[in-house]
Nanobody, 116 residues
Framework: EVQVVESGGGLVQPGGSLRLSCAASGFTFSYGFMSWIRQAPGKGLEWVAAVYPEGSTYYADSVKGRFTISRDNAKNTVYLQMNSLKPEDTALYYC??????????WGQGTQVTVSS
């Protein structure tokens, strides 16, 4: 059975940092196109960042320069290092994995709240 489990969310002050982790199993992790996608309360899904199998990374303009996505295939884990957090980063953050053209696997999300 495929499992995708996010962790690392929490409450942080503006300007602070968090590192999210996504531990996945039940499929060939190294083949996955890994993304972080977030959803703020009352809002739609917003793609945040992606790391491809070969290691190339991509970011939404809203987080570029502040967030870093990475993967450790040996640990079947993808990370999102979030620095200089802003209140508008408050959202439920999902780890979403593309094995095909679609997002095949999703975690349940981890909540990030940025507030003073």
């Amino acid at each position: 059975e495929v499992q995708v489990v996010e962790s690392g969310g929490g409450l942080v002050q503006p300007g602070g940092s968090l590192r999210l982790s996504c531990a996945a199993s039940g499929f060939t992790f190294s083949y996955g196109f890994m993304s972080w996608i977030r959803q703020a309360p009352g809002k739609g899904l917003e793609w945040v960042a992606a790391v491809y199998p070969e290691g190339s990374t991509y970011y939404a303009d809203s987080v570029k320069g502040r967030f870093t996505i990475s993967r450790d295939n040996a640990k079947n884990t993808v990370y999102l290092q979030m620095n200089s957090l802003k209140p508008e980063d408050t959202a439920l953050y999902y780890c979403a994995i593309k094995m095909t053209i679609m997002y095949d696997y999703w975690g349940q999300g981890t909540q990030v709240t940025v507030s003073s």
